[in-house]
């Protein structure tokens, strides 16, 4: 079953709130797994409809430690996607669970579950666009050194009216996927993230706008929180951003935080209405942009 987030029901649904849980992620999986445990708890006594979780929140974020921490996600689950469908379970609220190490036909995949307030893992992500990147002196870091990519994008109903897009980080560079997202339905995208102090202040909060103006959706950006002791420096910054662009209450810091905020369901249809942007594109001059998309409404 799909049960629609909780605060008010189905079709009258007119404001979601929102928890975004910015942990401390360690390199010991049986506190990882504590510490979610708290967060989400303290998340739900904010009254949070839905709890977003950081990418890759079990393990250290290295290529060399994805197979040692993943689990399979699916009909059986490990502890750590286990322990979120209790959480949701328990505390009758929709999980998007960031991301965890996925294990599957002896391949690793970056995948995000997605449980909703009955505990019913509905639909999981797998990381489509892989984190490669070779920015020299600064930063190199090679997913596919040890992950293979999804292949396809994700969206799940929550309410009568709106549906939840999940990608995972890198993948919020990519237009197409995000628009594709609102082509499938989704009004609100969540990526769950794990940016870094190179790429993260010139480019995380200017990416979750980018690609709410070009969804004209709500965007939930999730990091972990920023770890001395790490070798993989996350940003923070956890962000979100209305479909009009605009960052909703302040963003939050570096250390862990949960950051609150309470989405006007409204603000999709009205901010849709006044600039038909899928209605208005002019495929006769620059092509289809996404094969096989028809663009219209
Ligand atoms: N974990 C990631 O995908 C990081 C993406 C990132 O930092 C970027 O600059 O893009």
């Not at 430690?65 to 490990?78: L, S, V, Y």
């Not at 009568?160 to 009004?187: N, Q, W």
Request: hydrophobic share 40%; glycine share 6%; charged share 25%.
């Amino acid at each position: 079953t799909k049960t629609p987030a909780r605060s008010q029901s189905t079709a009258t649904q007119k404001t979601l709130r929102v928890a975004v849980v910015q942990m401390l992620v360690g390199s010991d999986k049986a506190t990882n797994l504590k510490n979610a445990e708290r967060l989400v708890n303290q998340a739900c006594d904010g009254n949070a409809d839905v709890v977003v979780l950081p990418e890759i929140w079990n393990s250290p974020y290295a290529v060399d430690q994805f197979r040692k921490h993943a689990e399979p996600i699916g009909h059986e689950c490990g502890p750590s996607v286990s322990l979120l469908k209790t959480l949701a379970k328990e505390r009758n609220v929709w999980i998007v669970g960031g991301s965890v190490p996925e294990l599957s036909d002896d391949k690793v995949y970056n995948t995000s579950p997605i449980i909703n307030s009955d505990g019913v893992l509905v639909e999981k992500h797998r990381k489509v666009h892989l984190f490669d990147i070779d920015v020299p002196g600064k930063i190199r870091f090679f997913e596919s050194e040890t992950l293979t990519g999804g292949d396809s994008a994700t969206v799940t109903p929550l309410t009568e009216e709106h549906a939840l897009g999940v990608a995972i980080c890198y993948d919020v560079r990519f237009p197409e996927l995000a628009i594709t997202m609102r082509k499938k339905g989704a009004s609100i995208l969540v990526y769950p993230g794990a940016f870094n102090t190179v790429t993260g202040p010139p480019h995380w909060e200017l990416l979750a706008r980018a690609r709410a103006l070009d969804a004209q959706a709500f965007v939930v950006c999730a990091s972990p929180a920023r770890n001395p002791d790490s070798a993989y420096q996350a940003y923070g910054h956890s962000v979100v951003v209305d479909p009009w662009g605009a960052p909703l209450e302040r963003c939050a810091g570096h250390g862990e935080e949960i950051l609150f905020a309470d989405l006007d369901l409204t603000r999709v249809a009205e901010v849709r209405n006044s600039m038909k942007l899928l209605d208005q594109r002019r495929p006769d001059v620059y092509g289809t942009f996404i094969e096989g998309v028809d663009w219209k409404e």
